[in-house]
């Protein structure tokens, strides 16, 4: 099993920038398919951004095409996610996920391991 830990979090202003980081324990990170969710108060916990194991193909929740960016470094065993145009509905604690599944397509069902999570804040 994988441990994850996230960072980056913090307040910003709407039309700000934040990146986040996910930094995983353990030799097997390039066997992950990797993700961020998000989650808001009284809400379910919802799919952001994923990539697979080598980085060559990306998938966006439509709230967030555009202006998210997920990349990930295997040598580092880390996956970022570059925040850019941030509006108020964008706060939420952001949580890192690695599944070990055939395919990026299912990764937007929440499944495998998380991270304790980094509070994001975007004032309006």
């Known amino acids: 099993q994988v441990q994850l830990v996230e960072s980056g979090g913090g307040l910003v202003q709407a039309g700000g920038s934040l990146r986040l980081s996910c930094a995983a324990s353990g030799r097997t990170f390039s066997q992950y398919v990797m993700g961020w969710f998000r989650q808001a108060p009284g809400k379910e916990r919802e799919f952001v951004a994923s990539?697979?194991?080598?980085?060559?193909?990306?998938y966006y929740a439509d709230s967030v095409k555009n202006r998210f960016t997920i990349s990930r470094d295997n040598a580092k065993n880390t996956v970022y996610l570059q925040m850019n145009s941030l509006k108020p509905e964008d706060t939420a604690v952001y949580l890192c996920?690695?599944?070990?599944?055939?395919?990026?397509?299912?990764?937007?069902?929440?499944?495998?391991?998380w991270g304790q999570g980094t509070q994001v804040t975007v004032s309006s």
């Open positions: 990539i697979t194991r080598s980085g060559g193909v990306t």
């Open positions: 996920n690695a599944q070990s599944i055939p395919s990026i397509t299912a990764s937007t069902r929440p499944g495998g391991s």
